[in-house]
């Protein structure tokens, strides 16, 4: 099981935990949410609970949450330029059907 930022992800969350002056890494999970069920969550972390697990990847955490691990095992964060919108993109091979928007997924 693992979850994997790509080198742009990497570089963008460090940038946020400098500027933020504090921090563990981020939390990556999942919410009932839209119109397909499901929709991703990324905040920061100041402490680690007993059972997240922790994905390290070029000194940057990702920390996960047992019950969302289940929905996100295998999903690659990255952080993607397009035109002036700038953001985090998640591929997660266990998405079986997304919204028209692209807010919300369906496993």
Same mark, same amino acid.
């Given at each position: ?40 969550? &990324?905040? =920061? +972390?100041? *402490? ?6 922790? $994905?390290?990847?070029?000194? #940057? @955490? ?14 690659? &964060?990255? =952080? +993607?330029? *397009? ?6 993109? $998640?591929?997660?091979?266990? #998405? @079986? ?11």
């Amino acid at each position: 099981m693992a979850v994997t930022l790509s080198q742009s992800a990497v570089e963008r969350v460090k940038t946020f935990l400098e500027k933020r002056g504090k921090g563990e890494g981020v939390r990556l999970g999942i919410k009932t949410s839209g119109c397909s069920g499901m929709a991703y969550v &990324l905040e =920061f +972390v100041d *402490e680690i609970n007993s059972d997240d697990r922790v $994905f390290e990847q070029d000194g #940057v @955490k990702v920390i996960v949450d047992e019950k969302s691990l289940v929905y996100l095992d295998g999903t690659q &964060l990255d =952080f +993607v330029k *397009e035109g002036l919108n700038e953001g985090f993109k $998640f591929t997660n091979p266990n #998405v @079986k059907d997304e919204c028209g928007c692209g807010e919300s997924f369906n496993v």
